[in-house]
């Protein structure tokens, strides 16, 4: 593969997040002028399978929190969401049929067609 086709994952924690995940959040931010914020991801009930996932900009620090950088992106899990997300992969994807983060679960038993909510 070629340089510009590599996507390279960083581990930390079980959660990866990959370079192309971690450049849309960096542009994102640099839209939003706000460097305070870190990228959250956490499980919570609901979708049609069970559990949704939610990815969002937060600037709080909660008890229990675990925070980790991917090439410079601040990614925070709560404590109650961290062993549902242990080992999934958020991606970025940008083509003519999709567009935005995708998360691939190894943890999720089933998912629903749309892809958001898992059991």
Do not use: H, W
């Not at 914020?37 to 709080?60: E, H, I, K, N």
């Not at 709560?78 to 567009?99: C, N, W």
């Amino acid at each position: 593969m070629s340089a510009d086709t590599t996507t390279e994952q960083i581990t930390s924690d079980g959660i990866v997040l990959t370079d192309a995940a971690a450049l849309k959040v960096k542009a994102l931010l640099a839209a939003e002028g706000r460097e305070d914020l870190t990228l959250r991801v956490a499980v919570q009930p609901g979708g049609c399978s069970g559990l949704r996932y939610q990815l969002f900009f937060d600037d709080r620090s909660l008890d229990g929190d675990v925070t980790k950088d991917f090439n410079g992106v601040g990614v925070v899990t709560d404590r109650m969401s961290s062993p549902y997300l242990g080992g999934a992969t958020i991606d970025f994807v940008d083509t003519i049929e999709k567009q935005g983060f995708t998360i691939d679960n190894p943890n999720a038993g089933s998912s629903c067609a749309c892809g958001d909510s898992f059991s």
